[in-house]
């Protein structure tokens, strides 16, 4: 089993930056795959960005390729997201998501995940 907690939610404006982070502990291991996903009200989980457990492999969706940079730490056994040049659009609930193996990007392929931080982007 593995528990997520994720952090660095807040309120920025357009344009600002914020660094989200996701402590691990429990059973993980090097086989594991690392994502966070994003939920804005009264839509579906999206797929943000995933890494490998290494850290040499990376993904993202399009909508914040060029922005956003995923990043871990073995040794702290956590990972990152940092946001920049955010826009209102990225308003959304950012959670932390870990699988067995890498590839996939659909929430349901993901079966430890985090409670979420809320990232707000407005004026």
């Known amino acids: 089993q593995v528990q997520l907690v994720e952090s660095g939610g807040g309120l920025v404006q357009p344009g600002g930056s914020l660094r989200l982070s996701c402590a691990a502990s429990?059973?993980?291991?090097?086989?594991?795959?690392m994502a966070w996903f994003r939920q804005a009200p009264g839509k579906a989980r999206e797929f943000v960005a995933k890494i490998n457990w290494e850290g040499a492999l990376t993904y993202y969706t399009n909508s914040v390729k060029g922005r956003f940079t995923i990043s871990r730490d073995i040794t702290k056994n956590a990972v990152y997201l940092q946001m920049n040049s955010l826009k209102p659009e990225d308003t959304a609930v950012y959670y932390c998501?870990?699988?067995?193996?890498?590839?996939?990007?659909?929430?349901?392929?993901?079966?430890?995940w985090g409670q979420g931080t809320q990232v707000t982007v407005s004026s």
């Open positions: 429990g059973r993980t291991s090097s086989s594991y795959a």
């Open positions: 998501a870990a699988a067995v193996g890498y590839g996939a990007t659909r929430g349901t392929d993901y079966p430890y």
